[in-house]
């Protein structure tokens, strides 16, 4: 019988294999188009939680009990798993191109900056309107388009949650349209108030 | 077992097909749990027919890049190109691997919508209604990446798909938007397809 407890456990995981492996490719991308060591060691660590939690989240599907006429919406569970884990390995090798220290060919660059979502890294000033609120009242997607993907905070990173709170000094590394860079740089650096505020 | 087609070495750029490349890969992800979540045949069909595209692609990234370098400094200086070439075509694998999970009907447990409710990127449907403002408009006047954070990934239109819909796309009444956003701009679109909220700041 799988009880409720277990079956959030799952979902918990599930989700959190499915967040990382994606933020992994933002990442991974971000540090190709920054030609940062940072950013693809920052993935690199990604990758070694991504093991641990992938074989966690196995081994809660295979310990919840299932009758053998479930067993096929198991085994639909446990191959989501596996993808995310294939998605995270991916990311990891286009962040090592990075730690290789391989000179990123300018073809690199062009496509990361061509291509419909940009990647910005901005840090925040002491002047902008953003310091001190968290994330839901900062409202950065509905002012700029752009959204938040990672948050670094001196030698720690955050993943953003709706009520993490800004700090002067963040680095926020950000993706969107291009459309929005520009907004989102004034918003960051406090140049230009957001619309909301003016009016 | 159909025959995989034969590859013909055709002269293109390097860019251009990583940037495909890159591009659809991501859309093929979020496609393919599309179709998880809401359970659609047709969508992961599409999933799949995408993944021969990327293949193709890979081959002739392949043969241009080989083509391309004359010497060892070439080479080096290409081999990142085609390591990230080769990391997108696994991203799309993985989208054809859920893509499979649909089809071969092994079974998608409730969890999975669960998890879709709580995942930071939220993936919806929408279908447009006769009142919605959307009607006759095209999506590059829309602007809704840049308005409410809400990216078309999809239209279903009667029985064609069109994926990843370009900016000359007109949305017509009943079509069927799958989007991709934060929670939010994903609630505002589903209001704006109803025809419950009138307009966008």
Redesign the interface.
């Known amino acids: 019988m799988l009880t409720k407890g277990h079956f959030r456990k799952i979902v918990d995981k599930l989700v959190l294999l499915k967040d990382t492996s994606e933020l992994m490719i933002d990442l991974a991308y971000s540090s190709l188009l920054l030609n940062s060591r940072e950013l693809a060691e920052e993935v690199q660590a990604l990758e070694e939680r991504m093991d641990n939690l992938h074989t966690e989240f196995e081994l809660l599907v295979l310990s919840s009990g299932f009758k053998p006429k479930e067993s096929k919406d198991f085994l639909g569970l446990i191959r989501l798993g596996v993808v995310t884990e294939e998605i995270a390995d991916a990311a990891m090798e286009i962040a090592d191109v990075v730690l290789r220290g391989l000179e990123p060919h300018p073809i690199l660059r062009r496509v990361i900056e061509e291509a419909e979502e940009t990647v910005t890294r901005v840090r925040v000033s002491n002047a902008s309107p953003l310091v001190g609120k968290n994330l839901r009242e900062a409202q950065i997607q509905e002012e700029t388009g752009m959204w938040v993907l990672v948050i670094r905070r001196g030698e720690e990173w955050l993943r953003p949650r709706s009520d993490t709170i800004i700090k002067a000094g963040d680095i926020l590394i950000a993706s969107g349209y291009a459309a929005g860079e520009e907004d989102f740089e004034e918003l960051t650096s406090g140049v230009r108030a957001p619309t909301a505020e003016e009016s | 077992m159909t025959e995989p087609e034969k590859i013909e070495y055709k002269p293109i750029s390097?860019?251009e097909a990583?940037?495909e490349m890159?591009?659809l890969s991501?859309i093929m992800?979020d496609l393919a749990?599309s179709a998880?979540l809401f359970h659609s045949r047709e969508l992961a069909e599409e999933v799949l027919e995408l993944e021969k595209r990327v293949d193709y692609l890979a081959y002739m990234l392949d043969m241009n890049a080989m083509l391309a370098a004359r010497d060892a400094e070439d080479a080096?200086?290409?081999?990142?190109?085609t390591?990230?070439a080769?990391?997108?075509n696994?991203?799309s694998?993985?989208?054809a691997?859920?893509a499979t999970?649909v089809l071969k009907?092994?079974?998608?447990?409730?969890?999975?919508r669960?998890?879709f409710e709580?995942?930071?990127?939220q993936l919806a449907r929408a279908q447009v209604k006769p009142t919605s403002i959307f009607i006759n408009k095209k999506l590059g006047e829309l602007e809704l990446?840049?308005?409410?954070?809400v990216d078309i990934i999809a239209i279903r239109r009667q029985k064609d798909w069109i994926i990843d819909p370009g900016e000359d796309e007109t949305v017509l009444e009943g079509d069927v938007l799958i989007a991709r956003g934060?929670p939010?701009?994903i609630d505002e679109l589903k209001g704006l397809a109803e025809g419950k909220i009138k307009e966008m700041e």
């Open positions: 390097v860019r990583l940037t890159k591009d991501e992800i749990y998880a080096e200086s290409l081999i990142g190109a390591t990230v080769a990391a997108t696994k991203i694998d993985a989208a691997d859920i999970i009907e092994i079974g998608i447990h409730p969890i999975v669960q998890v709580k995942v930071e990127e990446a840049a308005k409410i954070g934060a939010l701009g």
